[in-house]
């Protein structure tokens, strides 16, 4: 087996163009601080996510020789093995015309180092598990100048909303540490969420509070419940206005974790509207009837200073989720 060193975003040779042969990256500064996972994601693209996790547990995966977990943070000079990986060239997908001008004209805002996207309810924000194309994916290909484009966070599929899209290390870095969450302190970004959950939400409840933990099904599917050994997680929540049989709500995530504001919606005894996987089905058919026939949960704005810049971004209710609650208006506007 013929082994190949290069360095971070260094074209390796034409032999090895499919993944076919083991590879040692050198880290260099500008990727200090990065998971593992995140890094091979960024050197191994179009391999599903499946197989770098599968990867990493079996050991393929070393940094300066030894085993590594994904959320391992790298540091300038290690040395990454990265194994042998056969990708299917047909895995590429060229962006359709119609989704391109799409996105194009979902930008919220644009700066010389980020992107802020208004991504749509239906398209994955990046591909894997069987999505071919997501919206990084297609960023990349709309805009081909643009080589160091990376997330800065994530939205479930059928979410929608504000999506933070770096075009610099630098600001993909210093999101991340704004991102992250410091018990005590205050929050770097501002992410605020719209949700239309099932029943009447009490007009004093003002958080959640329960830990989460990650749990696997036998087919496979990932879930999160509510559990005392998962962890700590925190959603301030405000109650907008009633219609027959919901309320609609304001979430603000203070923690990150999976599917948390769905999970703790469900825990506090009001599932989000049109949740396939944490809802109510009874009020998911009736609301499908008013015309709800996704998930009634939407990025609705985010708010952070960058660089002594204040930025603050909303993005509009889709016309679909609005003709539902537009009765509610004080919180249209």
Known sequence: MSYVRGKVGEQVEKQVSDNSAVRWVTVEDEFAGQRLDNFLMRELRGVPKSRIYNALRRGEVRVNKARAKPAYKLVPGDQVRIPPVRVKQATTTSVPGGLAERIKAAILYEDDGLLIVNKPSGLAVHGGS???LGLIESLR?????QKH???VHRLDRDTSGCVMVSKKRAVLKQLHEMLRYKPGAEKGVDKRYLAL???????RKSQVKVALAKNVLRSGERVVRASPEGKSSLTETRLLGRIEEASLIEARPIT???HQIRVH????????????KYGNPEANLR???????RLFLHARSLAFELDGRRISVQAPLPKDLESVVSSIDKILK
Not at 141 to 145: A, L, S, Y
Not at 265 to 276: F, K, R
Not at 287 to 293: S, T
């Open 149 to 151: 484009l990376e997330l």
């Open 197 to 203: 959950v099932a029943g009447s939400w009490p007009a």
């Open 265 to 276: 919606c469900q825990y506090a005894g009001h599932p989000i509207i049109g949740d396939e």
């Open 287 to 293: 609301f499908r009837e008013k015309g709800v026939k």
């Open 256 to 258: 990150g974790r999976t």
């Open 130 to 132: 069987g999505v071919s």
């Open 141 to 145: 290909q709309i805009f081909p100048d």
